[in-house]
């Protein structure tokens, strides 16, 4: 009973001290009119580095892990103030959240599809995903995150099968994933190797975010089939999936 009321106390000193740090922010913007603190479209906080993080952590970092995790989730679900500021801080919380909990996995999928896609930073992407990587060492599904953003945001065909080969080494890991090597590096059309990436996505992924983008980029992605291609096999073919996805097509 001791040890649970010290741990919530400590919980609760880390969440006070968080909030007066943000607080100590705003009052000192207001004070010196600076504005290195907000971002200039937004005003959205701008975050400390997570060096200075930890310095406040008292050994309790996955704790302010999952802090930063909450308000980035806030963050991402603000689609209009997101397309306005074109997620400038996407970056700077996931590389937060990763540096303070590399063991938390969830944040890698957000590494892809949103600092890869939308931030169209693929680059930083692959270093956020490769510090999971190191840290979750027994986990196929990082190397597979990683061939996502090199195949669909780096366009990087070759890096994207490399980390589909890696994946498809571990003991647990989908016989398919040797399949999406193989397909990446053949000689057919990027649509099918585009769809076939994102059917995967979709029918994988157990975050509702990165499924329902998936299905949104999945559908799109098969109403282009649909559009450009000649063949009227493949035009039913696309009308079926889009239907199982809810799109009707006319």
């Known amino acids: 009973m001791h040890s649970t009321n010290g741990w919530q106390i400590k919980a609760t000193l880390v969440v006070l001290m968080f909030a007066a740090v943000t607080v100590s922010h705003l009052g000192l913007r207001e004070l010196t009119r600076e504005t290195h603190f907000m971002s200039p479209s937004t005003r959205e906080p701008i975050l400390l580095k997570p060096e200075v993080v930890k310095l406040f952590c008292l050994g309790h970092e996955q704790l302010a892990a999952d802090l930063y995790w909450l308000r980035f ?22 590389n937060l959240v990763t540096t303070l909990d590399p063991r938390f996995t969830q944040p890698y999928w957000f590494a892809a599809f949103v600092v890869g896609s939308e931030m169209k930073r693929p680059d930083l992407a692959k270093a956020l995903i490769e510090r999971g990587i190191q840290a979750n060492q027994n986990n196929w599904y990082l190397p597979f995150i990683a061939g996502v953003n090199q195949y669909l945001f780096a366009h990087n065909e070759v890096e994207a099968a490399k980390y589909y080969r890696q994946a498809a080494k571990f003991p647990d890991a989908p016989k398919w994933l040797g399949r999406q090597a193989e397909i990446l590096q053949a000689k057919i059309p990027s649509l099918v190797k585009e769809v076939n990436t994102w059917d995967t996505i979709y029918r994988t992924s157990t975050d509702p975010l990165v499924k329902e983008r998936a299905k949104e980029r999945l559908a799109a992605t098969w109403m282009r089939v649909f559009k450009v291609s000649p063949n009227e096999e493949i035009r039913k073919k696309a009308r079926k999936a889009l239907a199982e996805l809810g799109v009707e097509v006319r």
């Not at 397309?83 to 700077?92: F, G, K, L, P, V």
């Open 73 to 94: 989730i806030q963050y991402i679900g603000d689609g209009n103030a997101r397309r306005t500021d074109r997620y400038e801080s996407a970056y700077d919380y996931l």
